[in-house]
């Protein structure tokens, strides 16, 4: 079931549409076509009571004020782009340093501060959002036609496709920027993470990868086992305040762009469990680690460091400057697709 309401209206007054998706447990999720954002996601805990699993808003007015991209849809390039600038063909292209000197999340007006046209697809429980990019939008080359569709199945999972076409060629690398809490409240560092890898890329202090790939063995990057997500962050380097890494995902190389496992998060206070699944070669773990000021809660209660945490599926970090990085560059004659799921489910 489908629901459409109208979320609110931007500065132009351009209209903004909210649609709710339910299945027959009475689980929801709700996507608004102003930055293709999943503004809520409430599914069953261990007793079967619904309950909110992601951190946001309720108005459309929060979404315009600065926030952490809570839920967005990020694009054209998710994560870092080192020194705001890339090379392609020779040509050099300059972005907006929105994050110090570096690019971050797509720039100044990424995909999660644009309206998107949106397509309900009641047979499917799903909603389309899509959008043209222009050439030149951000400093990105090519008009580039893309779109993410939101899918809430019957057996709690939460679905998202992406598919883009472009007429030149040009960098894309898109996720989803949702902030999930299991247990609904508090903080997730007794929620306990297993992630399917054992190497990741390390960073510098400004989080701009040096090109190398670690393995995470012995390190407080091992989540190769279930480990509580507070049980090392304070060795991690206080600059960074917490996890805020992308890992390399295990696959055969027969399965490099099938879906494949890429982690498991447990509540032990809910009993839910979230399992990613993803075609993306890595994810990135954030644990929320620095608060912007004047960010509150649905209930008007201020967050607390560590109050959600972000598996981010994606390309590497600033692959445009790492040749030896999956490559993020789609042509014209080629076809960008994407799948990463969020299952949920219960220990009972």
């Known amino acids: 079931m ?20 339910t299945n027959s447990h009475g689980s929801t999720a709700r996507v608004t076509n102003y930055g293709a954002i999943l503004t809520s996601l409430a599914v069953p805990d261990r007793n079967g ?26 694009g054209r390039v998710a994560n870092r782009i080192a020194n705001a600038e890339f090379t392609l063909h020779g040509k050099q292209y300059v972005l907006a340093a929105n994050h110090g000197t570096h690019t971050l999340h797509g720039g100044k007006m990424g995909f999660d501060k644009q309206l998107w046209q949106a397509t309900p697809q ?3 429980n799903a909603v389309t959002f899509s959008r043209l990019s222009p050439d030149g939008e ?16 019957e057996d709690n999972a939460l679905r998202l496709d992406y598919l883009a076409t472009t007429d030149m060629d040009t960098p894309i690398n898109l996720t989803n920027h949702a902030y999930f809490n299991l247990s609904g409240e508090g903080d997730i560092l007794d929620h306990e993470l297993t992630l399917n890898t054992y190497l990741y890329t390390p960073t510098d202090n400004e989080l701009i990868p040096t090109g190398e790939i670690w393995s995470v063995k012995n390190t407080p ?14 060795e991690l380097p206080a600059v960074i305040g917490g996890y805020d890494h992308n890992f390399v995902l295990h696959k055969s190389n027969e399965a490099a762009v099938a879906l494949t496992f890429a982690a498991r ?5 809910t009993g839910r469990i979230m399992e990613v699944y993803t075609t993306e070669p890595g994810i990135q773990l954030y644990t929320m680690n620095r608060i912007p000021d004047n ?19 994606q390309h590497f970090p600033d692959s445009l400057h790492q040749a030896h990085f999956p490559s993020i560059l789609l042509t014209p ?13 219960t220990d009972h």
């Open 49 to 74: 009571n619904i309950g909110e699993v992601t951190l946001g808003f309720d108005r459309l007015e929060d979404y315009l004020n600065p926030h952490p991209h809570f839920g967005a849809t990020i």
């Open 221 to 234: 990057l091992d989540f190769t086992q279930p480990t509580r997500i507070g049980a090392h962050l304070h």
């Open 122 to 124: 009641s047979e499917n």
């Open 2 to 21: 489908i629901k459409q309401e109208i979320f609110g209206k931007l500065p132009n007054e351009e209209p903004v549409s909210i649609f709710t998706l």
């Open 138 to 153: 951000e400093g990105f080359p090519g008009n580039l036609r893309v779109e993410v569709t939101f899918t809430l199945t």
């Open 265 to 269: 998060v447990y509540a032990p206070k």
């Open 295 to 313: 960010l509150y809660s649905r209930d008007g209660k201020p967050y607390s460091p560590h109050a959600a945490l972000c598996l981010e599926a």
């Open 333 to 345: 004659n080629s076809v960008y697709r994407q799948t990463t799921i969020y299952q949920f489910k």
